[in-house]
Structures are given as structure tokens and as C-alpha cells.
């Protein structure tokens, strides 16, 4: 048996294709604290789903740096995720940009890119450069109007006109363009506080059409994010170059080294959500020689020159409710920030052996361990150094080349430091047998441990290995919110101050039949809109919007 992982390929493949991004949010105007909740949408030239990247990037910025920063993870050229903005975020206009890796060789002016307003509302004294307060809230510009040439608007409807709190509200859509691939929902209270005035874009055919001259310096994220590292000092020699992620499963990425300036790239797929990820740098033939491994931010990190002073109208009720609703969603945010790693396998193979070692006798050592029950895996001598090596039955030998030892998914190089330690933290032993190909390094088998929570415990990384948080791309999640059919939840004390009552990132629909659905209203009362925006195949936008009141 031999295992590939996933290598490069050339870019000539793709020299042709070009892609264009939209960003939906949920609403305009946020208050610091709360979540931004996007829809991102890549397009082709021909206005279709473009499936080669599958990372999204967005970054929201004012003129300094950015603030916020993400990655999306894309199926079909489509993705959604949300993006907490700090509590202590001045108020202002801010600039939300969206692109793919690709299309970085074409340079900012194919980004994607709209304003934002978000409001502090604990600041409380007005910055002239960023915001100012005014006694008369300014409407936001009309509703765009739909030309001659563009389908007509979605029918969107309620049941009522008007509701109580915690109430179910019906929504109906129609008239949905039968060639519509992109559609999204979004409900929110539609507040007199503030709004960002809209970028002069140039219109999104003229966009999409639009070429630039492509340089070859980004290739395209076409199986998954590429994560990419600088070692330091720059190498000499040979190295083996290393990224894996903590935890119970296998995901280890080889590099792929640019000797001209030092980068290594790794081509990871499957993981997402924040991850801790250990970076490892040796020489070739393992020698102690001291290299770390920076990671290169994947952002473009292309700032405005400038951005429009933001007017907030100082509606106390609303900063008041919406401030109340930002902390209260913080609170209730329950999963930690490394609760799991999030991943699809990249490995489909099974292990020859697996030990539970709480079935077994425990020894003081894993090297002792190994020896008393551990099947076909042996510790030899090798120099002066003790090294795992596993019986390979169709070759009827040891593994002659180096064995893959990993401790929670992170490669062990130096052998001896998994031999010393203490089996008491370790849940479980697996073997894997035959030849592995990690990029562009060979092991002959595999041999992972696993301790109890995947974390590793009172481990002792070695000097050329470093432990870091990192956030992979997104995927999409479900959308919360309470069930107040349920008696029990419809009468629970715990406030309810959402401002955003329903988000559909991805509205499935039959053509030509009407799409139903249904939410709850909150504890906030006054006017909530309905806001419901699309993407046609043929490259036009369709929306319709509808509006109810909660007393």
C-alpha cells in the first residue's frame, strides 16, 4: 500500500479562468460585539459557481489596518460564516473586502468590497475622523430599482403585518427567476442609528468581465487552504519542513520548499474552525540544527484610502437593546475556542492494529510498553539513538526507512522522546502499515498515540517545533434560534434580544413554486425588514424586501 497526499499542480491549467466574488451580510449597520453574518458567492467569467478556489478570504479594515479578519471555507464556489467584532472596536465607517487567493494575481481592484457602519455604544465621546452624532437619522438611498433588462423583484410577503413578542412569523417568497443560484435570507430589526454609505462599484457585469493582466505568484486554492510558512534562518541545506494538527486524527502536511526565499507551502484540505497546529523545521538527517518556521499571513491586507465619516443618531432605546443583545450573545457563547477538531478525514485508511491501553497492564515507559504487548513494532538501535521501526508483512521486514511516530497528530522525530513518556496519559496505540508519501517525503508505516483528550499533555516539544493557534476556513453552520413553540422556552425569563431574527445563507427552493418558511420574533419590539437577495446564472440580481412591525 502506498498514500499520496494532495501535492501542487501548475497554473497554466487555469490561466483562463477568472473569478469575481459577492459578500451578503445580514445587515448593514452593527453594533460592537455583535457578529457579522456573510454569505460568500464566487463566480466564473460566464456568471457561474466557480468550484477551483475553496477558500474565501474577507477582511474588514478602516484606513490604518485590518480589524477583522477570516477565511471561508467554499463547496461549488459558495461558503458562510460569521465574524465577532471586538467589544472595544471604535465606532465608524469600515470597509468589509472579499476575494480568493486566485484572484490576488489580478491585484485589489477585482475585490469585492462594500462599507459597513458599526457603532460603539460605550463610547462616548465623537472622534471628528471617524464618527459624529446628528439629530436627525439620514434614510439610507432607496431601494435599488430593477431596469428593463433585469428580472423582476421577489414577491415577499407575511402572514401579519403586524406581531407580539416571541410570536411565529410565516414568510412566503415568489416569483423566483428559475435560473437563480444564489439566494439569501436575512430578518433584522431595521433601526434608526446609522448607515454606511455604498461604494460607487462598477456594475457586477462590467465587473465579472473585466480582466487584468494575471501574474503567477498565487495558485489557486483548488483542494483546500495552502498555509504557507517562512524559515529563519534561511536554509542552506535540505530540510524537512512540517505543519500537523493537535488532536485525535491523522493531519500531517508536508512542505514544499521555494529555495529563493525561504517559503514553504503546505497544502492542507479538510480542517476548519480554530486549530492549534505545531510547525516543524529539521535537516535532513534529523541533526539538532536550530530553525523555526514563521507563518505568512494568507491576507491581502489592502487598506482604503479613505472612508466616509459615519453619522449616528443617538436613539438611546436602540444602542441600548442592541448594546444589551451584543453582550448577551458573548455569554452565551458556550464552545470553546479549540473544542474539537473540525475536519473531514484525509485519511481514508484504517489502522493494522489499535491498542486501548486501559486493557492492559500499564508500564512505567512506552518503550516498555511497546515491548510487553505492542505487535509487529520493535525499538532498535540505530547509532546511538533507539528508533521505532514496524514489521512489514508483504515485505517480510522491519521498515528500513523512517517510521512516522506521531504523539495527538503531531510527528515525533526525535524517537526518544516518545519512548520516555509516561504511558499513563496515553489512551490509545495505533499501527499503519505500508508507505506513506506526506508531499514530498516517504515514511514506511505509521505508529500514533493518542491520549485521552488529544491535547498533548506534559509533552515537551522539541527546539525546532513551535505550538500555535491558527483559524482554518469556516464552514457553514446552522443559524440559531429558540423554538418558542415549546411552552417551556416561549415562557423562559432569559431574555431574547436579537436583533437579527433569521439568517438564511443558503435558501433552498423548487422552481417556480413558492418558498415557505417560518422564525420567531424576539423580545425587541418596533419595524423588522425582510431582506431577500440573489444571483441569477446569467449574472443579475434579484432582491425583494417586505416590512412588519413588533408592538
Known amino acids: 500500500m502506498f498514500v499520496i497526499f494532495p501535492v501542487c499542480f501548475s497554473l497554466k491549467a487555469v490561466e483562463s479562468i477568472h473569478e469575481r466574488v459577492f459578500i451578503h451580510t445580514d445587515k448593514d449597520c452593527y453594533v460592537a460585539g455583535e457578529k457579522i453574518?456573510?454569505?460568500?458567492?464566487?463566480?466564473?467569467?460566464?456568471?457561474?459557481?466557480?468550484?477551483?478556489?475553496?477558500?474565501?478570504?474577507?477582511?474588514?479594515?478602516?484606513?490604518?489596518?485590518?480589524?477583522?479578519?477570516?477565511?471561508?471555507?467554499?463547496?461549488?464556489?459558495?461558503?458562510?460564516?460569521?465574524?465577532?467584532?471586538p467589544s472595544d472596536l471604535p465606532s465608524g465607517v469600515y470597509r468589509l473586502s472579499g476575494y480568493t487567493r486566485y484572484m490576488r494575481n489580478e491585484g485589489d481592484a477585482v475585490y469585492f468590497k462594500k462599507r459597513i457602519a458599526i457603532v460603539n455604544a460605550g463610547q462616548q465621546y465623537p472622534d471628528?475622523?471617524?464618527?459624529?452624532?446628528?439629530?436627525?437619522?439620514?434614510?439610507?438611498?432607496?431601494?435599488?430599482?430593477?431596469?428593463?433588462?433585469?428580472?423582476?423583484?421577489?414577491?415577499?410577503?407575511?402572514?401579519?403585518?403586524?406581531?407580539?413578542?416571541?410570536q411565529k412569523?410565516?414568510?412566503?417568497?415568489?416569483?423566483?427567476?428559475?435560473?437563480?443560484?444564489?439566494?439569501?435570507?436575512?430578518?433584522?430589526?431595521?433601526?434608526?442609528?446609522?448607515?454606511?454609505?455604498?461604494?460607487?462599484?462598477?456594475?457586477?457585469?462590467?465587473?465579472?468581465?473585466?480582466?487584468?493582466?494575471?501574474?503567477?505568484?498565487?495558485?489557486?486554492?483548488?483542494?483546500?487552504?495552502?498555509?504557507?510558512?517562512?524559515?529563519i534562518p534561511k536554509p542552506q541545506e535540505a530540510l524537512l519542513s512540517s505543519i500537523a494538527f493537535v488532536g485525535k486524527g491523522i493531519h500531517y502536511f508536508n512542505g514544499q520548499l521555494n529555495a529563493d526565499d525561504g517559503t514553504t507551502n503546505f497544502y492542507t484540505s479538510g480542517i476548519y474552525g480554530k486549530q492549534q497546529i505545531v510547525t516543524s523545521v529539521i535537516s535532513q538527517f534529523y541533526e539538532k540544527v536550530l530553525y523555526r518556521m514563521d507563518i505568512i499571513s494568507p491576507f491581502a491586507e489592502s487598506l482604503p484610502s479613505d472612508l466616509p465619516v459615519l453619522k449616528i443618531y443617538p436613539n438611546e432605546k436602540q444602542l441600548t437593546e442592541r448594546y444589551i443583545g451584543a453582550q448577551l450573545q458573548i455569554n452565551a457563547d458556550s464552545v470553546s475556542s479549540?473544542?474539537?477538531?473540525?475536519?473531514?478525514?484525509?485519511?481514508?485508511?484504517?489502522?493494522?492494529?489499535?491498542?486501548?491501553?486501559?486493557?492492559?497492564?500499564?508500564?512505567?515507559?512506552?518503550?516498555?510498553?511497546?515491548l510487553e504487548f505492542i505487535s509487529r513494532v520493535r525499538v532498535s538501535k540505530v547509532g546511538?539513538?533507539?528508533?521505532?521501526?514496524?514489521?512489514?508483512?508483504?515485505?517480510?521486514?522491519f521498515s528500513l526507512k523512517n517510521t512516522l511516530v506521531l504523539l495527538d497528530g503531531i510527528p515525533v522525530y526525535e524517537h526518544e522522546d516518545i519512548l520516555n513518556y509516561n504511558p499513563m496519559y496515553v489512551k490509545r496505540i495505533n499501527v499503519y502499515d505500508g508507505r506513506y508519501l506526506f508531499g514530498g517525503e516517504s515514511f514506511e508505516?505509521?505508529?500514533?498515540?493518542?491520549?485521552?483528550?488529544?491535547?498533548?499533555?506534559f509533552f515537551q516539544l522539541s527546539d525546532n517545533s513551535q505550538l500555535l493557534n491558527y483559524d482554518c476556513p469556516q464552514r457553514l453552520s446552522p443559524f440559531e434560534m429558540p423554538d418558542y413553540s415549546i411552552d417551556k422556552i416561549k415562557n423562559s425569563r432569559k431574555p431574547d434580544f436579537r436583533s437579527t431574527l433569521y439568517w438564511n445563507p443558503s435558501v433552498e427552493y423548487t422552481k417556480s413554486k413558492p418558498v415557505n418558511l417560518s422564525f420567531n420574533t424576539s423580545d425587541l419590539s418596533g419595524e423588522f425588514k425582510v431582506t431577500v437577495e440573489g444571483i441569477t446564472t446569467d449574472g443579475k440580481f434579484v432582491q425583494g424586501a417586505s416590512y412588519f412591525r413588533v408592538k
Not at 345 to 365: A, V
Open 128 to 166: 471628528p475622523k471617524r464618527f459624529e452624532l446628528t439629530d436627525k437619522y439620514e434614510k439610507p438611498q432607496p431601494e435599488k430599482q430593477f431596469d428593463v433588462n433585469e428580472p423582476a423583484g421577489i414577491s415577499v410577503r407575511t402572514n401579519l403585518n403586524e406581531y407580539g413578542n416571541r
Open 37 to 85: 453574518l456573510l454569505k460568500f458567492y464566487v463566480i466564473d467569467r460566464n456568471f457561474q459557481p466557480s468550484d477551483l478556489s475553496k477558500v474565501g478570504y474577507v477582511e474588514i479594515c478602516d484606513t490604518v489596518k485590518p480589524q477583522m479578519q477570516m477565511k471561508v471555507n467554499l463547496e461549488k464556489g459558495s461558503g458562510a460564516g460569521e465574524i465577532r467584532i
Open 169 to 231: 412569523v410565516v414568510l412566503s417568497l415568489d416569483n423566483i427567476p428559475d435560473n437563480t443560484a444564489d439566494l439569501v435570507i436575512s430578518v433584522s430589526r431595521n433601526d434608526s442609528i446609522a448607515f454606511a454609505p455604498e461604494i460607487n462599484n462598477p456594475t457586477w457585469q462590467k465587473q465579472v468581465k473585466d480582466t487584468f493582466r494575471l501574474s503567477q505568484q498565487w495558485l489557486p486554492e483548488y483542494e483546500g487552504h495552502i498555509i504557507t510558512g517562512r524559515i
Open 338 to 370: 479549540f473544542a474539537s477538531l473540525q475536519s473531514t478525514e484525509t485519511n481514508s485508511f484504517q489502522p493494522l492494529l489499535s491498542y486501548d491501553l486501559d486493557q492492559y497492564t500499564r508500564f512505567s515507559t512506552i518503550g516498555e510498553t511497546i
Open 384 to 397: 546511538d539513538k533507539r528508533r521505532i521501526k514496524v514489521f512489514m508483512e508483504d515485505d517480510m521486514r
Open 445 to 457: 508505516c505509521i505508529v500514533s498515540f493518542q491520549t485521552r483528550e488529544g491535547d498533548l499533555p
